[in-house]
């Protein structure tokens, strides 16, 4: 079946340092490939997405994304965390070649201590 | 996103109870989907619908029905609520024109069936 994993249920990090949130799906194609971020009480706001092209995209905020073929990964990075970043972090992954049906990991909550 | 409204924001209610749930969007676009949270399980997709004649069952979509009135508005109902629908739902809302479907989410409803 596929399916999207993020390992790390929580995460904390001191602001300012760096910070890598792991995504990783099986799949055998090259998928289209989504961040969100959710802040307490908002809904979901895309971060960045992928689908074909350079493998380091550029999203908002100051995060970007690595996609890794070879690992069926989708890492999300940023290269100074900030206090506002705090927030949970979704995974998604369209299996579907752009159908529309996205599949969720289980999220990664973000803490940042100052 | 203001663009997805959805209501009612909270909703407490007891079991056996019908419940609806509406999303309203001024996008213009064609699709949209219900979601539902649940900690530590991400989102998972209920129902979805790509124009006002095609409505199509999502992973989880036992206990549930929508409507999907205009293109802008689309109803998730509870025929007989029951505790373990207690859960943050989400609409969202997409362009099947747009490049990599970006799907756009409203702020959410939390539901609490006791």
């Known amino acids: 079946a596929q399916s999207v994993t993020q390992p790390d249920i929580h995460i904390t990090v001191s602001e300012g340092a760096s910070l890598e949130l792991r995504c990783n799906y099986s799949?055998?194609?090259?998928?289209?490939l989504f961040w969100y971020v959710q802040s307490p009480g908002q809904g979901l706001q895309l971060l960045l997405k992928?689908?074909?092209?350079?493998?380091l995209v550029q999203g908002i905020k100051g995060f970007e994304a690595e996609f890794k073929r070879s690992q069926s990964s989708f890492n999300l990075r940023k290269p100074s965390v900030h206090w506002s970043d705090a927030a949970e972090y979704f995974c998604?992954?369209?299996?579907?070649?752009?159908?529309?049906?996205?599949?969720f990991g289980t999220g990664t909550q973000l803490k940042v201590e100052l | 996103d203001a663009d997805v409204t959805q209501t009612p924001r909270n909703r407490i209610t007891k079991t056996g109870k019908r419940i609806m749930l509406e999303c309203s969007q001024t996008?213009?676009?064609?699709?949209m989907y219900w979601y539902r949270q649940d900690p530590g399980l991400g989102l998972r997709l209920i129902y979805y619908?790509?124009?006002?004649?095609?409505?199509n069952k999502g992973e989880i979509s036992d206990g549930y029905s929508v409507s999907r009135q205009a293109q802008a508005k689309f109803s998730l109902s509870l025929e007989s609520a029951i505790p373990n629908q207690t859960a943050l739902y989400f609409c969202?809302?997409?362009?099947?024109?747009?490049?990599?479907?970006?799907?756009?989410f409203g702020p959410g409803t939390r539901l609490t069936v006791l």
């Open positions: 799949y055998g194609a090259t998928p289209y």
């Open positions: 992928y689908f074909s092209g350079d493998t």
């Open positions: 996008k213009g676009h064609d699709r």
């Open positions: 969202a809302t997409s362009d099947r024109l747009a490049s990599l479907n970006e799907q756009f």
């Open positions: 998604a992954v369209d299996f579907t070649g752009g159908g529309n049906k996205l599949t």
């Open positions: 619908s790509f124009d006002v004649k095609d409505i």
